[in-house]
């Protein structure tokens, strides 16, 4: 059975893709980071999220893979992404189709200050 976890930005699959097909697998599971292109991301800040998942699953081997347990793993990058983009590692893209700013304001450089300040 395909369990599958679906936030905002993360979405994982108890699946494995094979000729561009998500195909059912209880040891492997898939992760599809930013599926709606919201964040602009660097390659190192996308490392650490995949890092970020590593961790995770492995700190949850050994339980069940349930729904209950891949939306964990799901919530807790959803936290993670929020922490990059308030350190500034990744950002909004303002060109993207969809601008939810669903983990807060953008923030935008002032000349008036050295400091960012939200639009």
């Known amino acids: 059975m395909l369990v599958k976890s679906t936030t905002r930005h993360v979405r994982i699959y108890s699946a494995e893709i094979k000729e561009n097909q998500l195909v059912?697998?209880?040891?492997?599971?898939?992760?599809?980071?930013?599926?709606?292109?919201?964040?602009?991301?660097?390659?190192?800040?996308?490392?650490?999220?995949?890092?970020?998942?590593?961790?995770?699953?492995?700190?949850?081997?050994?339980?069940?893979?349930?729904?209950?347990?891949?939306?964990?793993?799901?919530?807790?990058?959803?936290?993670?992404?929020?922490?990059?983009?308030?350190?500034?590692e990744i950002s909004y893209n303002l060109g993207a189709k969809v601008r939810n700013f669903s983990m807060g304001l953008p923030r935008v450089d002032s000349p008036e200050t050295d400091q960012g300040k939200y639009m």
């Open 24 to 88: 059912e697998s209880e040891n492997v599971l898939t992760l599809d980071i930013d599926p709606d292109n919201e964040f602009i991301w660097k390659e190192e800040s996308l490392q650490k999220v995949y890092r970020k998942f590593d961790t995770l699953v492995e700190a949850s081997s050994g339980q069940d893979l349930s729904e209950y347990n891949i939306r964990r793993i799901g919530s807790d990058l959803e936290h993670y992404i929020r922490t990059l983009l308030q350190q500034g």
